[in-house]
């Protein structure tokens, strides 16, 4: 992972993993979070919702990285991943560990 993101209306909360090769610039990212990722994630998912039975993720396959992007109950979580990774896994992984954090908060 190169780094993962939470992100709930205009509050971004990054990490990124040191010693990166070819990382984007914080400011940039920041606007990719604030953004583009959610504006995709609104796009897809209801493409997703018309007759495709929902939106499971998003991944987004940059030059030097591959981007997997999942709606939250509030928001959206990122996962900057190596290019060279098997990203559907890693979505599905992912996405299981969301599923079962949101579960968690649920009374």
């Not at 995709?40 to 499971?56: H, I, P, S, T, Y």
């Not at 109950?73 to 290019?83: A, L, N, P, T």
């Amino acid at each position: 992972m190169r780094y993962v993101a939470l992100g709930s209306g205009q509050w971004i909360d990054a990490r990124q993993r040191d010693g990166v090769r070819d990382a984007s610039a914080g400011e940039s990212d920041f606007y990719e979070e604030l953004l583009v990722n959610p504006t995709l994630l609104k796009l897809a998912g209801q493409r997703g919702d018309l007759d495709c039975g929902g939106l499971r993720y998003l991944i987004v396959a940059y030059g030097n990285f591959n981007q997997i992007v999942l709606q939250r109950s509030e928001g959206h979580v990122s996962v900057c991943i190596d290019r060279h990774a098997d990203a559907p896994e890693l979505a599905r992984r992912i996405g299981a560990v969301v599923e079962e954090h949101e579960n968690q908060e649920r009374p």
